[in-house]
């Protein structure tokens, strides 16, 4: 048990990341435990919806590695709709983007397709919204005030 949330924040983050790591050197089965475990964490402890959905997504990532197709299918489907709920657009690309792989290694070019146009319509849509946050007066002034901040710092 943690004594803060902190803690519990850091735990979770050091597991997505030493999973990460893991998995770069092709260590699948130690990557999943620490994943699991992250994912329970970021769940149980944190509720962070967000983080769930991202490791759903580097989990459907690592059964689509291990050429586990269907446990593939399974998670990047909750990962998406979960990603949809929370309208995490950069998850839902990260995870319409992992599906595409998966239709292609089951070489159903249907899906392929549909779902990679529908990657790029939320990336068309992502970009839509950079757009006009830069471009809001909020933005600006947020970004004046930063500018000012470091400034003064450097003086």
């Not at 893991?22 to 962070?48: T, V, Y």
């Not at 983080?51 to 590695?65: D, K, P, R």
């Amino acid at each position: 048990m943690k004594d803060t949330i902190n803690g519990v924040r850091e735990e979770a983050s050091l597991h997505f990341a030493y999973g990460l790591l893991l998995m770069r050197q092709q260590d699948f089965q130690e990557a999943r435990n620490r994943l699991a475990k992250g994912l329970q964490i970021a769940h149980n402890h944190m509720g962070n919806l967000q983080l769930v959905s991202q490791y759903l997504t580097i989990l459907g990532n690592l059964a689509l590695a291990l050429h586990d197709t269907v446990q593939a299918r399974e998670i990047l489907r909750s990962s998406l709709t979960l990603a949809k709920k929370l309208y995490d657009i950069p998850t839902q690309i990260w995870a319409l983007s992992v599906l595409t792989a998966l239709y292609q290694q089951l070489g159903e070019r249907g899906n392929e397709m549909e779902n990679d146009e529908y990657r790029r319509k939320k990336l068309d849509e992502l970009q839509k919204r950079l757009a006009d946050a830069y471009s809001s007066i909020h933005h600006i002034e947020l970004i004046s005030k930063v500018k000012l901040e470091v400034q003064q710092f450097h003086e």
